[in-house]
């Protein structure tokens, strides 16, 4: 499956965006889908994932509050609605995707997006 990740942007503390990530491939809705996000001079950390069946997964509590992962298969495409976007929200934040295994870990994922930027400016 390819990934292209988008949406990403500059915007004010408070604010929202919502990242899509639109996938190729008819094999798409039987994939845990992810977000990802890597600041600068940070590793890549985990940011939210939705199975196969739907169930959502977060990495957070203040994630789980202010963001909503989200897919629909019938359209081949992953969402993030990210909601009070805080300065340390600024990242390139990457969607990819896993048949199996741990939906935190981004060694487990074999496909990846190409990233999109988020800048939230204070």
């Known amino acids: 499956v390819q990934l292209q990740a988008s949406g990403g942007g500059l915007v004010q503390a408070g604010g929202s965006l919502t990242l899509s990530c639109a996938a190729s491939?008819?094999?798409?809705?039987?994939?845990?889908v992810a977000w990802f996000r890597q600041a600068p001079g940070k590793e890549r950390e985990f940011v939210a994932a939705?199975?196969?069946?739907?169930?959502?997964?977060y990495s957070t509590d203040s994630v789980k509050d202010r963001f909503t992962i989200s897919r629909v298969n019938g359209k081949n495409t992953l969402y993030l609605q990210m909601n009070s976007l805080k300065p340390e929200d600024t990242a390139l934040y990457y969607c990819?995707?896993?048949?199996?295994?741990?939906?935190?870990?981004?060694?487990?994922?074999?496909?990846w997006g190409q990233g999109t930027l988020v800048t939230v400016s204070s």
């Open positions: 990819a995707a896993q048949s199996t295994g741990r939906y935190y870990d981004a060694a487990h994922y074999g496909y």
């Open positions: 491939g008819r094999s798409f809705r039987s994939y845990t």
């Open positions: 939705v199975t196969w069946s739907g169930g959502s997964l």
